[in-house]
């Protein structure tokens, strides 16, 4: 699990540190730089995974800067990662360190098109396998028209998840149905549970090598993906996670978007899940402005993220405010957490961006 994100000189981002939960939410208006600090985790995979991802080199990295940039990892267990960028001799470099208390490595040099300049050093190289399998990371951002486009086979052989915007839902439920066990039918219930008026879920053929969703109404009408709301696609997106093949680490983007407000906690209930999954946990990071969303957490699983015009993104963990947090459990629930939304926490000791 991530446990320490120190960055510096990224994007928009002068200087934070952030020390994520396993399901951690950043919260703030609109383009403070809470996309950012997931793309930074995103840029630290693909540089861990280069030798796989070098045709899609990472986001928001400069070929050229005139100030030092560095993206710094550390891990349960004292594992660390960092990519620094030297200004001086306008190279990328990554390090290791295998403990808290120990010095950071050499690990490789990376040239300007991200590819590897140098040989991963024998020293460090158990340390780098550890750090690629804790830096899989997949970004999801769903977005309405993926979800009822056609979606194409999964082999046995492929990863059972969809894209970054959901597309592929349909193939995924194709593998679910295939497994064998009771997980479809669970769905099934679940998603009867939320919408009364459906009567089951099909996966029907399109082509020999596409599939679709179609939603079988109580008096026998079946519906195509294109015909059923974007709140039902989007409850099934999220209940297929249950069963997808995931990475160690997901970056969601606004998961209450096109949901009423009584679906948000079921999402992120499931959410939760995943981080507690004993076979597979993954740690999900969220960008999000919905007080519904951090209605869903604890202080400590909460960090505001504001934007000022000389100092850049600043970040201020929710823990660190007791008596904001003591004043919002006051409110009545639905009048909880509509300021720091905003990037503002009103209160006793309050912050607010100047």
Known sequence: MLKRLEIENYGCIRHVEIKPTPLHALV???DVGKSTILKSIDALSRFAWIDEQHETPAPLIPRKARDTMTLTAEFAGSLGFNVGFAPRSQTLETYIRESMQGEWLGHRHVTPDFKWASEEPAAVAE???????RLRCSFLHIQNTALFRDSPLITETAPVIFDEEGHGLAGVYDRIMARGDDAFDLITQRVRQYFPWIGGIEVSSVSQVTKNILMRTLDGQRVPAKHIGTGVLRVLAWEALRYADRPRMLLVEEPEAGLCPSLVPVVMGILRELTVDQESPTQVLIATRSPLVIAELGADEVTLVTRDPSEGTQVT?????????????RLPRGARW???ADGIMNGPGAIRPE
């Open 127 to 133: 340390f780098a396998d550890q750090i690629r399998d």
């Open 317 to 329: 963990d929710l823990s660190e405010r007791p008596e904001y947090v003591a004043a919002a459990a």
């Open 338 to 340: 509509l300021d720091i």
């Open 28 to 30: 703030g208006p609109s």
